[in-house]
């Protein structure tokens, strides 16, 4: 077969033996929860960005790429998140940690009330709405300023760590954003992987099939939208503790865009693909932005195109072809062997 | 009073240019079933070219008419080359490349021409022309004028000419279309051209007022999806009242109404697509979709 049809196909999972998936789970924590003590603080910082990228991600790749729902709303939910930490820590003087259960609570019900009605739609007028909803974000902030400051922004001087613990600032809001990225990554792929997510694979193929087969889409959905309105709002926090700084532009058009592209290279309906999407989204605008400060636009832009019509399924599916022949080969326990 | 007069005018002048932003976008919707993204910032790209060959030392018409021909052409190959080959796939394959398109439209715009403002030259100069008591710009005149002719051509064009009738052939039902022997996909083409030259004219005319800039139409752009959802998505003249309607309201919203204010009139396209979307999706004068299981 020719090797870019192969590409543009759906990969499989790879079905590694346990003690593999354990074992590189493992490697990969260890080595993530050593290496900022060694670090130096941007780099931490970078690595922060990245998993706050990759908790939005997971979210949205749940509802984009499983459900088939396109959403480019949910930087006004990430906005959210960011300025209700802002304030709560800020003007009225909280513990910090009071945001993240406050933000995931808020974030999870208004996305009930959006999503209940904006889910009857469908593809393009949902793309319509949500886009027109991050056009007006930056200026809704701004609208709010006797909270917000408009477009001055607010600093934050918040997430400190306990002095009993040791650790730089930016380390620990590094781990902050860790302890969320696995909860995230578990929950994550407890629901892609079950019943819940047949059923989200479902709606996005072919809904009235899915509803005859006893799913009920509008629930569904609405459930799924507001479970990555939650993600996006934590995300949001964990934004306002790394930067320190919120301001309305951040949140415009661009930001959504950036979600997209994250899912779109990363691989739509693959959690563990959403990884390579976050690193993408962090690390090339890096890399570019060496060569033109428009760079960074012009490489999402190329990557959306380019993905689309060669590696539409992300770059999961490229690492599933090559690791694919590997996987096989290797030695299975027993207790595998009964599954 | 005055001041109704004076933001009624200015709402009409305004709704001009948010009505031919919606017609591009009318156009491709009836081709290729999709919102075009990137409608905007291919109008950008265009009257950042006609002030280029402006700037090269051609007469500002003609810069104009250079530039809208490029853009008929870039329209096609667009088409041609970015949207067919991936037309029957899913809406959510489509949008992302509408949006890849238009990121990559704006960052090229911004690296040959830089993020400052450009001084745009109008085409029509002299005092502003006072109706009654409001008043208006010749320039802003001279865009309605320019949007009420390219109307006026395209009816012409739609109902009166042959290709007019294959294009409506083949976006009506192409299959059909097919087995007369009409050449569907120029016709498609042919659409998306349409609507690229149409943007780039309205660029060159608005990019005055606007400031000519890779965000030219980072703030309207909301106003022309708001028109062209409430003319219908499938009605040429539904665009054109369609953005009457938002020029109007956006501008009568920001006066009256207490805590709109000049920023947040955004809000008030935002909340027209929702009510639309939600009350009456076929808008004002499109069709309704029905779907087949």
């Known amino acids: ?163 009993w613990i040791g650790l ?47 799913v ?37 058009l661009t930001l959504a865009i950036a979600f997209i592209t994250l899912i779109v290279v990363g691989g739509l309906g693959s959690t563990f693909g959403t990884i390579f999407g976050a690193l993408f989204v962090v690390y090339v605008p890096n890399l570019t932005s060496e060569i033109s400060e428009s760079a960074a636009g012009l490489s999402y832009g190329v990557a959306l195109v380019l993905f689309m019509f060669i590696l539409p399924f992300g770059i999961i599916s490229f690492v599933r072809l090559g690791l694919t022949p590997l996987v096989a080969r290797l030695p299975k326990l027993t207790s595998d062997k009964n599954n | 009073m005055e001041l109704l007069l004076q933001q009624l005018t200015d709402g009409i002048a305004w709704g001009a240019l948010y009505g031919a932003l919606a017609l591009s976008l009318v156009l491709v919707y009836r081709a290729s079933g999709i919102v075009n993204f990137a409608q905007g910032e291919m109008a950008m790209f265009s009257a950042f070219g006609s002030w280029q060959f402006y700037q090269w030392g051609l007469p500002l018409i003609t ?36 949006l890849g398109i238009m990121l990559v439209i704006n960052a090229g715009a911004a690296w040959i021409w830089g993020h400052d403002a450009r001084l745009y030259p109008v085409i029509s100069e002299g005092d502003p022309v006072s109706i009654w008591t409001a008043v208006i710009s010749r320039q802003a005149l001279t865009i309605v004028g320019a949007v009420v002719l390219v109307a006026l051509l395209l009816y012409v064009l739609f109902q009166h000419t042959r290709t007019g009738l294959h294009i409506r052939a083949a976006v009506s ?31 060159s005319l608005a990019a005055p007022q606007l400031v000519l800039q890779p965000s030219m139409f980072s703030a309207t752009l909301i106003y022309a999806f708001a028109a062209a959802i409430l003319g219908g998505l499938t009605s040429p003249i539904g665009a054109l009242v369609g953005g009457l309607i938002v020029g109007i309201s956006e501008n009568l919203a920001g006066t009256y109404l207490p805590g709109i204010g000049n920023d947040f009139k955004q809000a008030i396209a935002l909340a027209i697509i929702m009510a639309v979307l939600f009350l009456r999706p076929e808008g004002l004068f499109g069709t309704r979709e029905v779907v087949r299981v």
């Open chain 1, 1 to 163: 077969m020719n090797i870019l049809t192969k590409l543009r196909q759906d990969q499989p999972p790879l079905q590694a033996p346990k003690w593999i998936v354990f074992g590189v789970g493992l490697a990969v924590l260890t080595y993530l929860a050593y290496s900022p003590l060694i670090s130096a603080p941007y780099i931490n910082f970078e690595r922060s960005m990245v998993m706050i990228y990759l908790v939005v991600g997971l979210g949205l790749n749940l509802l984009t790429g499983y459900t088939g729902q396109i959403s480019l709303g949910h930087g006004a939910f990430f906005a959210l998140g960011a300025y209700l930490a802002a304030i709560t820590t800020g003007k009225l003087g909280w513990h910090y940690a009071i945001a993240f259960p406050l933000v995931a609570v808020m974030s999870w019900f208004l996305g009930y009330f959006v999503g209940r009605p904006a889910l009857r739609l469908q593809g393009l007028q949902l793309a319509l709405v949500t886009l027109a909803l991050a056009l007006v974000t930056p200026s809704i902030i701004k609208r709010f300023d006797t909270f917000t400051k408009g477009q001055e922004g607010l600093n934050l001087n918040t997430a400190h760590p306990p002095t």
């Open chain 1, 168 to 214: 730089e600032r930016d380390q620990w809001t590094y781990y902050l954003c860790l302890l969320f990225v696995v909860i995230a990554l578990l929950l994550t792929h407890r629901l892609a992987t079950g019943r819940v997510g047949r059923s989200l694979m479902a709606i996005r193929d072919n809904e009235p099939v899915a509803a005859t087969l006893g």
């Open chain 1, 216 to 252: 009920r889409a509008a629930t569904v959905k609405t459930q799924i939208f507001a479970l990555s309105t939650a993600f996006a709002g934590v995300a949001g926090v964990l934004y306002a503790y790394v930067v320190q700084f919120v301001a309305p532009d951040a949140f415009g």
């Open chain 2, 63 to 98: 810069a104009i008419s250079v530039s809208m021909a490029l853009a008929f052409i870039a329209g096609m190959l667009i088409e041609r080359t970015l949207i067919r080959p991936l037309a029957n796939s899913s809406h959510l394959t489509l949008i992302i490349i509408t």
């Open chain 2, 173 to 203: 039902n192409s299959v059909s279309a097919r087995l007369l022997a009409i050449p569907v996909n120029r016709m498609l083409a042919l659409s998306w051209g349409l609507a690229a030259a149409i943007g780039a004219l309205v660029a």
